[in-house]
């Protein structure tokens, strides 16, 4: 058989030739909405790959940042980054301005493709910025901001495209170049870079498109919230023009309001997205009355997703929801949770219970839990564990690192701690640093928060251990409630009563406004436990 090398511009070439009307539709920042088609996406990409090299000087191996929200102009710059085998550098925007000087200065990169609502931001950072030499906007003359006196150029976009031919021959090169970089937010230490190949790219889209993973084809039109900066976007950006279907790209227009408006206007069939932006949107929908009745399913992962959730969508909406776990570090897909067929013969309640599992491992991961002597577990769905895993699309070595991430088997450790049952579904009970451990046994954060989480009142719910002079650690429950709180304590407590042993049951709960939350859309645990660490000492 021949061999040809994987090249992610290969996935534009075939959208183009065999879906070239198909619709990319954004919101742009600018406002209103941008409509092309993956034929136009394709040959402006060829007109960046040409100013990338002839005007931009950029070489192989360079470093090319984006900070910009999911839109047509976007993945113009992912593609063409990527295919004059350059890496594309997807910087996430909600980063503390301290990590983003971190990250583009570790990166070395030598220009940032930014969306007009970042401008600011990447003008308050530049005399930090050591190795940027020109800032590109990505807008038209009209909508340019004023950046001529400032210390490196800012050019326009549609300028740039527009002085360039649309003929570009990609080069050929190894399949495992680097094609993008996404550091991880870790909530210690400095984030860690993590490079996609165009390999690992490759196989990570041609699995996702699966019917038993993501279920893409043309028939879909697919709303694409996961941000284009955070976690490789779930793949998306590769594996929805890979089977030619209709992408819609929410731009920075992420509440609920925005979301149901593009659903409904654009009769979107799926999406994908972290919990709490389908907080938002069920939360309007449920205010405003209205529906979306062409959404069937939903991928939802990031954070574990609440059986609630799952109970609004199915019940209220007629989405179907498919729970998915993965990571930065797995370019990010780890499991998805969708139906079997022994599921037919499960209560719905035994359903909902499996549906809030995180899910089986496609072909091409392989997952085992293992105590803390390193000992595997048995795949029981009693058994938990530290959750390892290994594939053709995880992790080997964070970017400029010295050592490996793996350990002396090849496992790279998840951090995260988990059950497997006897259908190979995993459940992640906590992230290794936020279990509970009081008076030597284990308490799932996880299996609290979602407790909580079923009491009507209760909009957000986190768990933390925090110190006790007895029982070395005990659950302290944080709680965002639509009610007075104090109103809905007893009733809350209840509730756990009924769900859950009687010492897993937090001995308080503090209700707050909000919870704190990181740059990924998850509930900062840290800020947290610092906040509320002596809750227990101190009454
Ligand atoms: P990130 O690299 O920012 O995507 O974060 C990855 C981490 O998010 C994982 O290691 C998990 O701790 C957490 N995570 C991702 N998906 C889920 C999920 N469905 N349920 C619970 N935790 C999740």
Redesign the pocket.
């Known amino acids: 058989m021949q061999f040809k090398e994987f090249n992610i511009c290969n996935i534009l070439d075939h959208a183009a030739h065999y879906h070239g009307h198909v619709s990319v539709v954004s919101s742009c920042v600018e406002g209103g909405v941008k409509r092309t088609n993956y034929l136009e996406v394709y040959s402006r990409t060829k007109k960046l790959a040409n100013a990338l090299n002839s005007f931009l000087g950029v070489q192989h191996g360079d470093r090319i940042g984006t900070m910009a929200w999911n839109t047509s102009n976007h993945l113009e710059c992912w593609y063409a980054i990527g295919g004059v085998g350059a890496i594309c550098h997807t910087i996430n925007p909600r980063l503390f301005s301290d990590q983003i000087d971190f990250i583009v200065n570790h990166a070395e990169d030598r220009y940032i493709f930014v969306d007009l609502s970042f401008v600011p931001l990447v003008v308050d950072l530049l005399d930090r910025l050591k190795t940027l030499e020109a800032v590109i906007v990505l807008t038209d003359r009209d909508n340019m901001p004023d950046c001529s006196e400032l210390d490196v150029p800012f050019y326009c976009y549609e300028e740039i495209l527009s002085a360039h031919s649309e003929h570009f021959q990609w080069p050929v090169f190894d399949e495992t170049v680097a094609s993008s970089l996404c550091y991880?937010?870790g909530t210690t230490g400095d984030p860690k870079g993590v490079i996609y190949t165009h390999r690992s790219n490759m196989i990570h889209a041609l699995t996702s498109i699966q019917p038993e993973v993501f279920n893409l084809n043309s028939d879909h039109t697919f709303l694409m919230v996961v941000p284009m900066f955070?976690?490789n976007s779930w793949g998306l950006a590769f594996s929805l023009p890979m089977v030619g279907a209709k992408m819609v790209l929410p731009g920075a227009g992420l509440d609920g309001e925005s979301i149901a408006r593009l659903i409904q206007s654009e009769e979107c069939t799926a999406s994908a997205a972290v919990p709490t932006v389908w907080t938002g949107l069920l939360d309007y929908l449920d205010r405003t009355s209205q529906l979306i009745p062409t959404l069937t399913e939903t991928v939802i992962?990031?954070?574990?997703?609440p059986s609630t959730m799952i109970d609004r969508f199915e019940n209220d909406y007629g989405v179907d929801v498919i729970?998915?776990?993965?990571?930065?570090?797995m370019s990010?897909l780890g499991t998805v949770n969708r139906k079997q067929k022994y599921w037919d013969a499960l209560s719905k309640g035994e359903q909902l219970r499996v549906k809030c599992k995180?899910g089986r491992a496609p072909f091409g991961i392989q997952m085992k839990i293992v105590d803390d002597s390193g000992s595997m577990l048995p795949r029981d769905g009693n058994a938990s564990g530290r959750l390892f895993v290994k594939g053709h699309w995880v992790i080997d070595q964070y970017y400029k690192a010295k050592e490996s991430a793996l350990d002396s088997n090849g496992w790279f450790d998840?951090?995260?701690i988990a059950t497997i049952d006897p259908n190979g579904v995993m459940e992640?009970t906590d992230?290794f640093k936020d279990v509970i451990k009081s008076g030597g046994e284990w308490i799932s954060s996880?299996e609290v928060e979602n407790a909580a989480l079923i009491h009507a009142s209760v909009s957000a719910a986190a768990c933390i251990g925090v110190a006790h002079e007895k029982w070395e650690e005990r659950p302290l429950l944080i709680i965002v409630s639509s009610k007075d709180g104090e109103q809905s304590r007893n009733g809350i407590l209840k509730l756990l009563g009924d769900k859950l042993a009687k010492w897993q049951i937090p001995d308080d709960i503090i209700f707050v406004e909000n919870l704190p939350m990181t740059a990924?859309g998850?509930v900062d645990k840290k800020v947290l436990r610092s906040e509320f660490g002596d809750h227990y000492l101190s009454t």
Request: net charge neutral; proline share 4%; glycine share 16%.
């Open positions: 991880t937010s955070h976690a992962g990031g954070s574990a997703v729970h998915a776990w993965g990571m930065t570090e990010p995180q998840t951090g995260d992640i992230r996880i990924t998850k």
